[in-house]
């Protein structure tokens, strides 16, 4: 039996960590020890599929225990070798139980579940299980998992047989256990759906199988069909199907037919090590469908496949194994005081309502039905191909079901160019003055994203290599001029940023009469919302400016005083906001470079005393500047009476946290301000891992974490264009692809701004260390709430 701990011990607390947007942070001596139970087959017929496991498990657990830290958690495996035995897991799941263990990741293969389900439901063990998907385990217990049965994958794949193959006959060959027989009862179900008959069937051993027999078998059916139109399916572990494969290789009939696989031998690079079986399923055209990362760019998925170390190499469900291990920590942290023993059923239904707003590693959402399977699913289409003298699997597409209605059929023209060569890629950020909050953390983040996708260009065969180079725009609209033009002399075809409007305007002709494609991250103002070659991460402001209205309105306010910085962002939301707001609104501008608001602040003093205090407020739009704006309010200035909204601009702000005349007086206004998510109230584990990546005193502001997803698009223009890359084909490029990143879901609309997004509300509240910005409500702009608003 093989049995390891898998422990990480963190040292060092955050400062402000998650508490900068919630959660208070919990001291090192307070923290709390979750011990998670994992059943693994780690030796055995379905080893690659374990090992990977524990692979994905052991790069998982350190960005986990991050995310944790701040909630006075941590959380330790214990892994438990099931030997690819169903016996075998049952005796491990009562040494857990022994051990006090009762939640537990796993079983992971079909029939080791059966086996346990009952005995983890009579002793209160809540499992989890990363990719057993036989139906008979559709039962209310306690087990959960984190993919739906195989009905959804046979049914893709009887499609894609069908539709895209016009085949009409099948013969099945599947390993005699539960995965296999369940899997091959779905194609003799479903098959009939698709206009197709299953002419044979033959069942392997699942132990000590005579693959002689078994091949001699499938040629006698092949004998008597006709290879054009009749395909074999082969549900069976990599390496069954690899030793079947070399027993029927020469099989004139069986050669010539069309051969289909099930998860464990499709995307596996293991099967195609053996020149002579990968030969056969190129010449077979072997496809299938599995969960999977390879072939994939506009996606997530190559970010996460690096930090699970090549354990997708393997199987595909170490990437279900990651999202477990994720969901159980995202479960755990809504209620860290939660008895697991004596709270067993409020732990379950918490797992179920966490699942519902997680976003796994495919992008969609593990929502469960009443029995605990995950309803839909989303598949990569694989087919073997030969790549030079090797073989290799390529993506075809994608299948989505969204479990209802009929499932999404997506085609990937997945191209990576033969010649990438050093590609610079320009960067305008305001790294010095009033608007450079937010600039440091974005070059932060393009950094690491440069990083990571050198490395993915690398990982499939491509001599690309993004090199950053940032220009310091000052904050100032004449210095990003010059550094836009310097970029431009400098041959730089893509730029990143500026990240605001007032400077991405002044820039906009120099963008414009070169031709490059410019994507800015937090550029919002609704007036750039036009038909060119920029790109905005965020959602407009005519947006943002809805839901300010709503929440003024929820509120009771109806008079508005705006404090705006006179520049064309500031100008534009006062603009907006009369358009969006009903009641009456009065603008006081100013200077932004100037360092006296006496005026400023003395008119803003008189429109708010000719209102009723308690329908009165304030709205800034404003930078750096907020922080001298609060100094600055006399003691008896009825300006203190009022509530205090902010938008973007100064959302979040750390100048404001660190003034404590300024925190003081906004907390006392209640000042309220409004930022972009990407995310909104959905849990995404890539948010906390690039935390972790980038080690950062306290978490960055969500807004900032889709320009990583600006650097991923660029780049993946250059991979499948190489040196044939012009400003019109990465304009091309850009505009036509959306895509499921690290920032969320980003889907762009005619004039290249964000189209779904969230905006959440944060205001000021005292903790230990002086104020805080706790979030306290949010506004949807998505499929399911479009213009939907929510506070807490």
């Known amino acids: 039996m093989k049995k390891s701990i898998i422990t990480l011990t963190l040292v060092l607390a955050l400062a402000l960590g998650v508490s900068f947007f919630m959660v208070p942070a919990a001291s090192v001596q307070a923290k709390r020890t979750v011990e998670i139970g994992v059943l693994l087959p780690i030796t055995g017929t379905w080893k690659a599929t374990g090992t990977a496991g524990e692979t994905a498990l052991n790069a998982a657990l350190p960005f986990v225990n991050d995310y944790l830290a701040d909630r006075g958690m941590q959380m330790v495996l214990e892994i438990r070798d099931t030997q690819s035995n169903p016996d075998k897991a049952l005796s491990e799941l009562e040494a857990l139980k022994a051990a006090g263990i009762t939640t537990v990741i796993g079983p992971m293969i079909s029939d080791e579940a059966l086996a346990v389900v009952q005995y983890a439901k009579d002793n209160k063990m809540l499992l989890l299980s990363p990719s057993a998907t036989a139906t008979e385990l559709s039962q209310s217990d306690t087990f959960f998992r984190m993919v739906g049965t195989d009905a959804s994958q046979v049914d893709g794949l009887t499609r894609i047989m069908n539709t895209v193959y016009k085949k009409k006959h099948l013969i099945t060959v599947f390993v005699d256990d539960t995965y296999g027989r369940g899997y091959d009862t779905y194609l003799q179900q479903m098959a009939p759906a698709q206009g197709m008959d299953v002419i044979g069937t033959v069942a392997i051993a699942a132990e000590n199988p005579d693959l002689a027999s078994v091949a001699e078998s499938v040629k006698s059916l092949a004998a008597g069909a006709d290879a054009t139109n009749t395909a074999v399916v082969i549900i069976a572990p990599s390496q069954t199907g690899a030793d079947l494969i070399k027993k029927v290789m020469t099989d004139d009939q069986l050669s010539a037919m069309k051969w289909f696989a099930s998860a464990d031998i499709i995307g596996n690079p293991a099967i195609l090590t053996d020149l002579q079986v990968a030969a056969f399923l190129e010449k077979t055209g072997m496809e299938g469908l599995t969960l999977g990362d390879k072939g994939v760019s506009l996606d997530a998925m190559p970010v996460i496949s690096e930090l699970l170390n090549g354990a997708t190499d393997y199987s595909p469900y170490a990437i279900t194994t990651w999202d477990a291990l994720w969901l159980l920590a995202d479960t755990y942290a809504q209620a860290p005081e939660l008895d697991e023993v004596s709270d067993f059923d409020t732990l379950k239904a918490n797992l179920v309502r966490a699942a519902g707003n997680f976003r796994n590693a495919f992008g969609s959402f593990n929502t469960m039905d009443e029995n605990g399977d995950t309803r839909g699913s989303k598949y990569l289409r694989y087919i073997c191909i030969k790549d030079g003298d090797s073989y290799s699997w390529n993506c075809k597409g994608h299948i ?41 953390d974005i070059q932060m983040i393009l950094d690491q994203a440069i990083t990571r996708f050198n490395t993915y260009a690398a990982s499939v065969g491509s001599d690309l290599e993004l090199a950053l180079v940032a220009e310091d725009t000052g904050s100032d609209n004449e210095q990003a001029k010059q550094a836009a033009q310097k970029l431009v002399d400098q041959g730089v075809t893509s730029i990143i940023g500026p990240i605001n409007s007032t400077e991405l305007e002044a820039v906009k002709p120099i963008i414009d009469a070169a031709g490059i494609v410019a994507i800015s991250p937090l550029s919002s103002s609704a007036s750039l919302s036009v038909t060119d070659r920029i790109y905005r991460l965020v959602l407009n402001d005519s947006i943002e400016t809805k839901a300010l209205s709503g929440l003024l309105k929820q509120d009771n306010i109806d008079k508005l005083v705006i404090i705006h910085a006179d520049d064309s962002y500031g100008t534009d939301m006062v603009e907006l906001m009369k358009q969006a707001f009903v009641g009456d609104v009065m603008a006081v501008a100013y200077d932004p470079a100037s360092d006296d608001y006496s005026a400023t602040l003395a008119q803003a003093e008189a429109a708010v005393e000719t209102g009723d205090a308690a329908r009165t407020a304030v709205l800034t739009v404003s930078y750096a500047e907020i922080v001298d704006l609060f100094g600055r309010i006399g003691d008896a200035s009825p300006l203190l009476q009022v509530k205090w909204y902010g938008t973007d601009s100064s959302a ?25 998510s990407p995310y909104g109230d959905k849990f995404d584990p890539l948010y906390y891992v690039i935390n972790s990546k980038l080690k950062t005193d306290e978490p960055l502001k969500e807004s900032l974490i889709s320009s990583f997803d600006g650097i991923w698009l660029l780049g993946c223009a250059y991979l499948s264009e190489g040196t044939a890359a012009t400003p019109e084909t990465i304009n091309t490029y850009v505009d036509n692809n959306g ?7 980003l889907r762009l609309d005619k004039n290249g701004d964000r189209q779904i997004g969230y905006y959440k509300f944060y205001h000021l509240i005292p903790d230990e260390a002086g104020y805080l910005w706790e979030n306290n409500g949010i506004y949807s702009q998505d499929v399911l709430k479009p213009g939907v608003m929510e506070r807490w």
């Not at 702000?653 to 930022?675: E, H, M, R």
């Open 652 to 676: 979040l702000s750390k100048a404001v946290l660190a003034d404590q005349t300024a925190a003081q007086n906004a907390a006392s206004v209640d000042y309220t301000t409004i930022d972009f």
């Open 739 to 745: 895509f499921r990143g690290v920032g969320g879901v």
């Open 400 to 440: 989505v079901d969204l479990g209802k209605g009929e499932p999404i059929i997506q085609t990937i023209d997945w191209k990576v160019a033969a010649d990438g060569g050093k590609v610079q890629v320009g960067a305008l950020l305001p790294l010095t003055g009033n608007r450079s909050e937010n600039g440091e």
